[in-house]
């Protein structure tokens, strides 16, 4: 069983930056981060399988980067020019195998989240 514990959250004025981490204990091959604001759904921000493949949502792409330790079984978000649209939960994910970048049902672990507000 694989538990993520997620960290970093905390509230920022426009243009400012955080770095999330994601602590996985157990094995996973590829990692993302998804967030959620209230009243809306679900989506996938970054992912990476650990190598070289990394995948972006369009809005974050250029502003965000993600990052992962495999030394430190450590996931990290990048968070650069953060808007008030950023403004979610976000949450750290994890998958057994196979490649499903930001389709949340591809993901098999799932960490609590940590929240990220930007004030204007």
């Known amino acids: 069983q694989v538990q993520l514990v997620e960290s970093g959250g905390g509230s920022v004025q426009a243009g400012g930056s955080l770095r999330l981490s994601c602590a996985a204990s157990g094995y996973t091959y590829y990692m993302g981060w998804f967030r959620q604001a209230p009243g809306k759904e679900r989506e996938g921000v970054a992912a990476f399988d650990g190598g070289i493949r990394t995948l972006y949502a369009d809005s974050v792409k250029g502003r965000f980067t993600i990052s992962r330790d495999n030394a430190k079984s450590t996931l990290y978000l990048q968070m650069n020019n953060l808007k008030p649209e950023d403004t979610a939960m976000y949450y750290c994910?994890?998958?057994?195998?196979?490649?499903?970048?930001?389709?949340?049902?591809?993901?098999?672990?799932w960490g609590q989240g940590t929240q990220v507000t930007v004030s204007s």
């Open positions: 994910a994890a998958a057994r195998s196979g490649w499903g970048g930001l389709v949340d049902n591809a993901y098999n672990y």
